[in-house]
């Protein structure tokens, strides 16, 4: 079965500051990989997905991801935070036989001003 | 833009009601899906439709049923609420398989 760890609960940046959020998935074949974003009270809102080809994939908001198949990773980066983006973020895997996501726990990011 | 409403944000029921969660969706996706969100857990799936009157089940049926009559409106049913549903129930679509899902706001349920 197909399984996805966000290693940390809670992380706190300071703005401006370089952002790196880690995920690691568990699932034999080529997985198709997605991070959300879920601000306070919202839904979940698709910032970048990746499917197959160019391993570094853009996203909204100025994220990017990087999938390392070797590594069983798919990280979140951004190069210099902003307040806005205090949120929680899923990372989420889909077994490409069907369209059933399997979600990470969730990383809560806070921004310091 | 797709957009995916739920019928409450919030909710209080006494343990052994009958709860009904409702979800539209207007852009005529064929999936829809209800999951719960639970902290540290992320999100879990609780069942998810394919098509009109069809449906199937998550990773965490119990407890719950569901009901789609209509292309764009899924229902989740607690038949009998219990303080272990009290929960956060957030309901998505998608245009088909390997499709991005869209969410809705999400229903906070609480069970007493």
């Known amino acids: 079965a197909q399984s996805v760890t966000q290693p940390d609960i809670h992380i706190t940046v300071s703005e401006g500051a370089s952002l790196e959020l880690r995920c690691n998935y568990s699932y034999g074949a080529t997985p198709y990989l997605f991070w959300y974003v879920q601000s306070p009270g919202q839904g979940l809102q698709l910032l970048l997905k990746y499917f197959s080809g160019d391993t570094l994939v853009q996203g909204i908001k100025g994220f990017e991801a990087e999938f390392k198949r070797s590594q069983s990773s798919f990280n979140l980066r951004k190069p210099s935070v902003h307040w806005s983006d205090a949120a929680e973020y899923f990372c989420a895997v889909n077994n490409n036989a069907g369209n059933m996501l399997t979600f990470g726990g969730g990383t809560r990011l806070m921004v310091k001003p | ?112």
């Not at chain 2, 969706?25 to 879990?44: A, K, S, T, V």
């Not at chain 2, 009998?80 to 906070?108: D, I, K, V």
């Open chain 2, 1 to 112: 833009d797709v957009k995916v409403t739920q019928s409450s944000r919030y909710l209080v029921k006494r343990t052994g009601e009958k709860v009904f969660l409702e979800c539209v969706q207007d852009m005529d996706h064929e999936n829809m899906f209800w999951y719960r969100q639970d902290p540290g857990l992320g999100l879990r799936l609780i069942y998810f439709s394919y098509d009109v009157k069809m449906k199937e089940k998550g990773d965490i049926p119990e407890g719950y049923s569901v009901s789609r009559e209509k292309k764009e409106r899924f229902s989740l049913i607690l038949e009998s609420a219990s303080t272990n549903q009290t929960s956060m129930y957030l309901c998505a679509s998608s245009a088909g398989w390997q499709e991005t899902q869209y969410f809705g706001p999400g229903t906070r349920l609480l069970v007493l």
